[in-house]
């Protein structure tokens, strides 16, 4: 099994950055993924990290640190429809595919 | 672009009474995965197939079964329906399950399940 934390809130103004961080312990690592959900809907896959470093794709970009079990996504130049749940999923490395989700973060993005 | 789809959007069923989830993944996609997620939680893994064999198995009780069929396509049987079964379902979908490779997962927009 495996323990995956990241804040349950964070709040922004329009416009603003803002970080959310995420820690793992695993018994294998496999790939990093963050997805975005709104209330009662499917979640939208962001970002993939399986190698140390920065992926950016546009707003948002992901950090991936695989000695220090730790990842962040940066949201950039914040928008209110960004108002959502940030879910950090863990691929182990002795599954076929199956994703570890953490609790996910609320971003409450404020005018 | 063809999404993941799922059938029904909205299930009302008694306790003890019997459901069936259907779910299509996207156009070519081999894998398709279920996971459960309660109110206020997250996603929790239950199944997956690839190519119509079981390929991973989370915490599904023993009162549910799956299946993948020929065309790809995935239903989730869930017998005995308890009240704490209640909640989201959704699938997702992956073209092949290699570890080694990236496999996003495309998610339906899931069944809500309330059993009363």
């Known amino acids: 099994g495996q323990n995956i934390d990241q804040p349950t809130e964070m709040t922004a103004t329009e416009g603003a950055i803002v970080q959310i961080n995420c820690t793992y312990q695993t018994s294998g690592f496999n790939g990093l993924f963050w997805y975005q959900q709104h209330a009662g809907e499917a979640p939208t896959f962001l970002s993939y990290n399986v190698l140390d470093g920065l992926e950016e794709k546009g707003r948002f970009s992901s950090f991936l640190s695989r000695s220090k079990g730790y990842s962040y996504l940066l949201l950039k130049e914040l928008q209110m429809k960004d108002s959502a749940s940030y879910l950090c999923a863990v691929r182990e490395g002795d599954s076929w595919g199956k994703l570890q989700f953490g609790a996910g973060t609320q971003v409450v993005v404020t005018p | 672009a063809a999404g993941v789809i799922q059938s029904p959007r909205h299930l009302i069923k008694e306790k003890r009474e019997t459901a069936t989830l259907k779910c299509y993944p996207i156009?070519?996609?081999?894998?398709v995965y279920w996971y459960q997620q309660g109110p206020g939680q997250d996603p929790q893994f239950l199944i997956s197939f690839y190519e119509k064999m079981q390929s991973d198995k989370g915490s599904i009780p023993d009162r549910f079964s799956a299946q993948q069929f020929s065309d790809y396509h995935s239903e989730l049987n869930m017998s005995s329906l308890e009240l704490g079964d209640s909640a989201l379902y959704f699938c997702a979908s992956s073209l092949g399950a290699d570890r080694t490779l990236k496999n996003i997962q495309y998610f339906g927009a899931g069944t809500r399940l309330s059993v009363l």
């Open positions: 156009p070519r996609h081999d894998t």
